[in-house]
């Protein structure tokens, strides 16, 4: 027994050497930030998860696969391969504004680094450009075009990300220019979220969505873009009867993806009546529902977790959970209610997320408070509210009851609360690290929702103990007192349990 386990930590001791050698050897490029932090993000200080999170096994599945800068693949023994890491993108970010948006424009690049970042990029540097609209060739004017490419040689950058959705020819344009790959932004939410999309349903919206996106930007090359059959091809290789315009390589690939995305489509409606039939079950028993929106980034899910001690995923990322979560609570009187969680927005959000994610965001629209969440800490905490209201008015949800709530309070400063307090003068300051301001909001939330509308005097017999119970649960009780023949309750109840009371009013 002993030999085995020295065999074992021998091996251990063995592996841990080769990890050490293989991140020793590797050359990371420059990192040197010239632009400013991405302040969508965190400081890593403030960031931590508190107590109320759980203990974030998935977040910890998430992180078993590092990004590392520069790693050497040139491996001194080929047991080392199983070391390898994704390896970091430098970028460099581009952006063009009108004038007198330079505030905005600066605002929405610092959201674009927090972006790249969480795909897995180092933020070498940023360009913006001033002037009415972008160049319909290359996005920027031709000067600036030529000093992106200086630039993107002088950082060693291997990518250029675009703040803007950028059409085919001005990718292809511009790439000709700078002679590094580049993409825009859309492309970087959407890989976001294929990195972070878990379930089935979740999985099968972003492909959706990215498929939509990729369907008018394919592109080929040389042989890829000629015709199966028919023409020179068919008359030099099939013979007779191939010859005609035949099927190109490219058109059979759209045919493909769109296969492809009526399966998808039709694989999201399958999931609606599973979802469909859990919120009817909710609504019989008359469960009121609250659900978490808001941008990202902004503490929905620590919140979820201060709030019901849910144990749901909590990363300093964007975007670090799309798939709506669903926790049962009680309210100070022991009300049953449900505390949704759903996917947070960004400004220019693609239309392609939000049609595919239309399904979960439907959550929103059948809820009977929306809680919205806001960083305090934020630039730009105006630009999130009406960022995330232009949202919920797109899945129906802007008429709702609302409670606004300005998170992560712990890091505002008293000027900025009463900045914060213009904004939204009832909105409620809470901190899901520090617990300051929870019970105050779940006060707010028992005395907004919904009351039950019927109030009803009943003496149930000890054997209906099951009608106590549903009043306990889905009703108010105002009092009960324990007779000879039953119990003598009063309440407000919803109309479904009142029928059933009704035999045994007094």
């Keep these: ?172 344009a511009l790439e000709d220019v700078v002679k590094v790959k580049v993409i825009d932004r859309t492309t970087v939410i959407l890989d976001i979220f294929s990195q972070h999309a878990k379930s089935r349903e979740g999985k099968a919206q972003v492909e959706l969505a990215q498929l939509e996106y990729l369907l008018p930007r394919l592109r080929g090359w040389g042989d890829s873009m000629s015709r199966q059959a028919g023409g020179q091809v068919g008359a030099g290789g099939a013979g007779m009867g191939s010859r005609g315009p035949g099927e190109t390589k490219i058109e059979l690939d759209r045919r493909r993806i769109r296969t492809k995305m009526a399966l998808l489509r039709r694989q999201i409606r399958d999931f609606g009546p599973a979802r ?72 220019n959000l693609p239309h392609q997320l939000v049609e595919a994610f239309r399904s979960t965001l439907e959550e929103v629209g ?3 408070i929306v809680l919205h969440v806001v960083d305090g800490a934020h630039p730009d905490p105006a630009g999130q509210l009406q960022t995330v209201r232009d949202v919920m008015g797109d899945v129906g949800a802007r008429e709702l009851p609302e409670i606004v709530v300005f998170n992560k309070a712990d890091l505002i400063s008293d000027d900025d609360r009463l900045v914060l307090q213009g904004l939204e003068p009832r909105a409620h300051f809470v901190s899901s690290r520090s617990g300051e301001g929870i019970e105050e909001l779940r006060a707010a939330i028992d005395e907004a929702l919904p009351k039950p509308a019927v109030e009803v005097h009943a003496l149930v017999p000890y054997d209906r103990g099951d009608l106590v119970a549903a009043i306990h649960e889905t009703g108010m009780l105002l009092s009960a007192e324990h007779g000879e023949k039953g119990t003598d309750v009063r309440a407000h109840v919803s109309e479904r349990l009142a029928a059933e009371l009704a035999q045994f009013a007094v």
């Design 276 to 347: 469909e039939a859990k919120r009817a079950e909710r609504k019989r028993n008359t469960i009121p529902s609250v659900a978490i929106t808001g941008y990202t980034n902004a503490g929905k899910s620590s919140l979820l977790n201060a709030l019901t001690s849910a144990g749901v995923l909590v990363e300093n990322a964007l975007f670090a959970t799309l798939d709506a979560t669903v926790r049962r609570t009680e309210t100070s009187d022991g009300r049953v209610y449900t505390f949704t969680d759903t996917v947070g927005f960004v400004r």
């Design 1 to 172: 027994m002993t030999k085995a386990t020295d065999e074992t930590s021998a091996e251990q001791t063995l592996d841990d050497e080769r990890l050490d050698r293989v991140l020793a050897s590797a050359q990371p490029r420059t990192r040197a930030r010239v632009f400013g932090a991405a302040q969508a993000l965190q400081d890593s200080g403030t960031a931590a998860y508190s107590d109320r999170d759980g203990d974030q096994w998935d977040l910890e599945d998430r992180h078993a696969l590092r990004r590392v800068a520069g790693l050497s693949t040139e491996l001194e023994d080929v047991t080392e391969v199983e070391y390898r890491q994704l390896r970091l993108e430098n970028v460099v970010l581009v952006g063009v504004y009108p004038q007198g948006a330079q505030t905005d424009a600066e605002n929405s690049l610092r959201e674009l680094a927090a972006l790249a970042e969480t795909a897995g990029a180092v933020v070498l540097d940023a360009v913006l450009q001033r002037r009415p609209n972008p160049d319909p060739a290359t996005y920027l004017g031709r000067g600036k075009a030529q000093e992106l490419k200086d630039l993107v040689a002088a950082t060693g950058a291997d990518t250029v990300i675009a703040d803007t959705e950028l059409a085919p020819s001005q990718r292809r």
């Design 366 to 368: 059948e809820a009977d």
